[in-house]
């Protein structure tokens, strides 16, 4: 073997020892492997060119890190500013975390070239403090930057390469809390725009989740969150599950509190597209399609502006902080004419819909907007655009349909008269456009229907088939000479009798239910409340049989094998007996939550119906505005 594979195997095994004290906190170890290599400290030791002071660094090991520098010579210092495979310097490793400030400090004092240099991104140890997100060791550094601020070199330290600022980076990694400092420090970054031409309060809209403090999706988390909120401010807790509630608490109110401050130097919804030719009403189709040419201004593809990325994304609070603020924003029309509502509707965020038609006098120049496509708000409900980030929808088919020929009618009574009749540049009106869109869908829904009511007839069927050879298998069996059973003096006999017979009722008469669902035709006018109502009469009388069934079974069982002498005995039987009533609740329960929320949801509109309206009534003459 020659001496330079044995030098080879050499250094392996010493970077292997060295590595292996470091992740293990062995510092003594680390600093006497140190002093006996040629470059100490600035060793290479991983195959990304990291050295072992680097390494010490990100591992927020300050006190090896001041031992280490300690070690080096007057000469060693200029290596201070040596970088890595990625750019980053020493400091640019301290600046990931709090727990090395005073190695921070050192490295400053010994060489302060470290706190301009940047890696091959451009960023310097500010940007990763303000990236990761960590308030002390930026603090420090942002001190620091002050000694040698100056207008020429501010850039150097609040902007990077592509134009981003600390203020993007900190609201792009959701160091919220810290981006509020940073806009508040510096406010001349707020109206910055990044390489992709979005400015601080357009990035903060792209992130809906942040503001979200609650937790539907997680029923624990939920009770938790509901029971606790007062008490989870208080104090960190200890508790896994509620520090990271009180974790996402504190997240949504720094967003809130930073989106608050953002658009008080917001003025973006100023710059909207003006009321052009295609505001006036078409009542009736095109003999031809007229030319869909554009101008080389609409195609080019710059960011929206604040108002508008809240309202496609969903982040309702920016909108509802943006129109307190600036309630004339709400007429801010986007570069296809489309105004909020349009907008709103089009990408079914409802609760900014809601708060929109609530402002009175702004709704009566808002219902009858057009686009440029000649467009409707009323259209727009046939122009779904898909959420991707809500693929995990769980909801039916047949729901979904629901819930937008719901919101059809809701955004036709909103709308003004000429807007119902309007017909767009492709000759469609609103309803036509629907029913084009939603054929799909329909049939989708129809499949489902038809599917869910052939199963739950299975069911009931079976269920009938049961409680009727129950009636003629009466528990302890007849009385020979007389035929009556023998235990009809008992009063759970009774009760065996009155829940066979119900269960018998029940499971028969939601078959029929389920069977008028089966014959239904299953128009699109069905599926707004007709089929879900049937579904749900069905599948509340199938429960019900389910659950007689197993009153008549637990009766069964205490007449039969229960001894009075063993109370416990009861309860177990009791137990036992309706285990399969709650698997059979809980298997359906989603579905059944939502037919409820549709029955309730049916009721409300017919009730707003018998009800003046008083938010859309406007004057004959304000019809055509």
């Known amino acids: 073997m020659s001496d330079l594979t044995i030098s080879i195997n050499h250094k392996r095994t010493n970077d292997a020892e060295l590595y292996k004290a470091l992740s293990e906190g062995d510092d003594a170890k680390v600093c006497e492997i140190c002093r006996e290599l040629p470059d100490g400290p600035f060793h290479i030791l991983t195959i990304h060119s990291d050295s072992v002071l680097y390494i010490a660094s990100y591992y927020k090991r300050n006190n090896l890190v001041l031992l280490l520098i300690s070690q080096l010579s007057q000469d060693q210092y200029d290596k201070l500013t040596s970088k890595n495979e990625a750019g980053n310097t020493i400091l640019h490793a301290t600046a990931t975390n709090n727990k090395t400030v005073g190695a921070a ?118 009770l938790i969150y509901k029971f606790t909120h007062s008490s989870l401010e208080k104090g960190k807790s200890r508790v896994p599950i509620v520090k990271e509630i009180q974790k996402q608490m504190l997240r949504s109110k720094s967003a809130k509190k930073l989106a608050t401050l953002l658009i008080e130097s917001d003025a973006s919804w100023e710059a909207t597209e003006t009321i052009s030719n295609h505001q006036y009403n078409r009542l009736r189709p095109f003999l031809e399609n007229p030319s869909k040419e554009v101008s080389l201004e609409i195609v080019i593809n710059k960011p929206d502006s604040p108002l508008f990325l809240a309202t496609k994304l969903g982040c309702t609070d920016i909108v509802k902080k943006i129109l307190k603020a600036y309630p004339q924003a709400v007429e801010q029309i986007d570069e296809e004419g489309c105004g909020i509502l349009h907008v709103a509707i089009k990408y079914r965020r409802l609760k900014i819909f809601k708060y929109v038609i609530k402002m009175k006098h702004p709704l009566m120049r808002l219902r009858g907007k057009i686009d440029k496509q000649g467009n409707s708000i009323l259209h727009m409900v046939g122009l779904k655009v898909r959420d991707h980030k809500t693929e995990g929808d769980i909801r039916s088919p047949a729901l979904i349909l629901r819930d937008d020929l719901l919101l059809f009618e809701r955004v036709r009574k909103v709308c003004t008269k000429l807007a119902t009749l309007q017909v767009n540049n492709d000759g469609r009106t609103a309803e036509q456009l629907f029913i084009e869109n939603n054929e799909q869908l329909r049939i989708d829904a129809k499949q489902w229907m038809r599917s869910t009511a052939e199963h739950c007839t299975i069911i009931a069927v079976l269920i009938a088939t049961v409680a009727f050879a129950a009636a003629y298998t009466v528990p ?50 069905d599926f707004r409340n007709n089929l879900h109502n049937k579904l749900l009469l069905g599948l509340t009388l199938l429960i019900l049989s389910v659950s007689f069934m197993m009153v008549a079974f637990a009766a069964t069982l205490i007449l039969t094998i229960s001894s009075p002498h063993w109370h416990w005995t009861n309860i177990i039987l009791y137990t036992l007996s309706f285990l399969p009533v709650t698997m059979f609740m809980f298997s359906y329960v989603r579905l059944y939550t939502m037919l409820i929320r549709t029955l309730v949801a049916s009721l409300y509109n017919n009730i707003a119906l018998l009800l003046p309206t008083c938010d859309v009534t406007v004057k004959s003459t304000q019809l055509n505005h």
Request: charged letters at 20%.
């Open 105 to 222: 400090a050192e490295m400053l004092r010994l060489a302060p070239s470290l706190l301009t240099m940047t890696d091959k991104l451009g960023e310097t140890a500010l940007f990763h403090a303000a990236r990761y997100g960590k308030t002390k060791i930026f603090n420090f550094l942002e001190e620091q930057v002050r000694n040698y601020l100056t207008q020429e070199n501010l850039r150097t330290f609040l902007l990077k390469d592509n134009t981003s600022t600390i203020l993007h980076v900190a609201i792009h990694s959701e160091n919220f809390e810290l981006a509020f400092k940073i806009a508040e420090t510096y406010p001349i970054l707020i109206d910055v725009r990044d390489g992709d031409g979005m400015t601080a309060l357009q990035l903060l809209a792209c992130k809906p989740s942040a503001f979200v403090s609650g937790f539907k999706d997680n029923l624990i988390k939920s």
């Open 476 to 525: 302890g069996g007849p009385d020979q000479e007389t035929g009556y059973p023998l235990l009809k003096s008992s009063s759970y006999f009774v009760i065996f009798a009155l829940a066979d017979a119900l269960s018998l009722a029940f499971s028969m008469t939601s078959v029929i239910t389920f069977l008028s669902i089966l014959t239904s035709s299953f128009r699109l006018s």
